[in-house]
Every structure is written in structure tokens, then in C-alpha cells.
């Protein structure tokens, strides 16, 4: 990573999921651990969930305690816990109301969220965060505008048709993870 990378505005999170999804694909994750160590993962693979209409996302089902910083503003952390053992890390987008959220599916040298979770020490107090301001958690701009593939988002089957075939996750091209 070079010295010059810039962290990311929450600005960048207020607009259309569709458009943040793919465009978070190169930039680089950076989490500060408890013991004060920094370590910079380059994102690889995102899914969009694009709020109460899509049946595949968690606000679908409304305003819930687990749902509501998905309501919130974009540009913060969405955490939740699967299988009780896996922290699940999402990103709000959009504006107050929108509902909308990008899970980071794969970082450089991991695929699959569960996998994330577990190497960045999330848990529930992650909940909320402000990526514009969080001093362990947030995204910088490594300049890249790499190429990336689209696919049917992963383990949604419940959703039904159009949802479980909306080409929503993007892959960056060229990924060996």
C-alpha cells in the first residue's frame, strides 16, 4: 500500500447501493486491532442489498432492533452474527431511510464473509461504527478502478425470483482468493 492512500468520506456510502457494491472492489480495508497493529486488506468481493423492496435483505421485514442502523445514514458499520459464530460485515449506503447495505464477501487472502469477520475481530460493539471517524475500523481510496465480474448473490434462495438471480455481487477480476 502506498503512503498517499486517502480515507474514504462517508459521502462516498450515500449514494445508490448498485453503485457502491462495485466501486468498493480495490479500495483498501484497514482495521487497527486492540493491540494497537494495522493491517490493510485490498477488498475483493462485495454484494449489494438493496433495502425493503429486496426480499433478500434484512430490512425487508421493516425496522427491527437488528435492522435499524441499516436505516441510518451511509457510510456506516451493519454487523451481525450467523451460525453464532461468524460476525458478518456490511456497510450501509444511501440516505436516512434508504435500508440499503454491501456485505464485503472476500479481502485479499480471504473469501467468504464469515472468514472476514473472523480475521478482522469483529463482534457486536462494531455495530454503528462511523467509518468516517472510527479510529479501528474504516476504507481509504488506493486510486484503482480495477475490472470486476458480476454474479447471482450467494445463499438467498429463500428470497425467490428476480431476487436470488439480481447480478449484485461483484467480483474483482483476476482475483486468486
Known sequence: MTA?????????????VTKV???LLGKILVRRFDDGRIEKFIITETEAYRGGDDKACHANKGLTPRTKVMFDEGGLVYVYLIYGMYWMLN??????????????RGIEGISGPGRVGKALQLDKSFYGENLETSQRIWIEDSGNKPQFITAPRVGIDYA???WINKPWRYILKNNQC
Open 91 to 104: 456497510f450501509v449506503t444511501g440516505e436516512v431511510g434508504d435500508s440499503s447495505a454491501v456485505l464485503v
Open 160 to 162: 425467490g425470483e428476480p
Open 21 to 23: 457494491a462495485p466501486d
Open 4 to 16: 498517499d492512500c486517502k480515507r474514504i468520506p462517508n459521502s462516498f456510502f450515500k449514494r445508490e
